[in-house]
C-alpha cells in the first residue's frame, strides 16, 4: 500500500520559517519525481516545487523562488520543503506527490492528504 505522509505545517508569522516533510512509504522513492502543490481557499491546487528522481534538478513556481528549497534524502524516503520568508499570500494546505514514468502506461501519480500552512501575525 502506498502511503505519503506530510508533517510540518502550522501556524507561522510573516517573515518565519517552516520545513514540511513527506515520508513516503510503498514504493521505490528513489524512482520518483517528486513534487510539492498548494492549494489555498477558493483558488486552484498549484505546482510549487519539483525534484526530479536522482535530486540533481529542480524548478520553482515564481512565487516561491529564492525563499523555498525542495530537497530530498533516498536512504530515508523522505523530500522536504523549506520554506523561507513566509508570506500571507503562502497559506494554503500543502500537497506532496510522487510520479514515475510507467511507459506505455499511464504514469505511476500518489498524493499525500495535505498539511495546512498559515501564515498570520
Known amino acids: 500500500q502506498v502511503q505519503l505522509v506530510e508533517s510540518g505545517g502550522g501556524l507561522v508569522q510573516p517573515g518565519g520559517s517552516l520545513r514540511l516533510s513527506c515520508l513516503a512509504s510503498?514504493?521505490?522513492?528513489?524512482?520518483?519525481?517528486m513534487r510539492w502543490y498548494r492549494q489555498a481557499p477558493g483558488k486552484e491546487r498549484e505546482l510549487v516545487a519539483y525534484?526530479?528522481?536522482?535530486?540533481?534538478?529542480?524548478n520553482y513556481a515564481d512565487s516561491v523562488k529564492g525563499r523555498f528549497t525542495i530537497s530530498r534524502d533516498n536512504a530515508k524516503n523522505t523530500v522536504y520543503l523549506q520554506m523561507n520568508s513566509l508570506k500571507p499570500e503562502d497559506t494554503a494546505v500543502y500537497y506532496c506527490?510522487?510520479?514515475?514514468?510507467?511507459?506505455?502506461?499511464?504514469?505511476?501519480?500518489?498524493w499525500g492528504q495535505g498539511t495546512q500552512v498559515t501564515v498570520s501575525s
Open positions: 510503498g514504493i521505490t522513492f528513489s524512482s520518483y519525481a
Open positions: 525534484l526530479n528522481s536522482a535530486g540533481g534538478y529542480t
Open positions: 506527490n510522487a510520479v514515475r514514468s510507467n511507459w506505455p502506461n499511464k504514469q505511476l501519480d500518489y
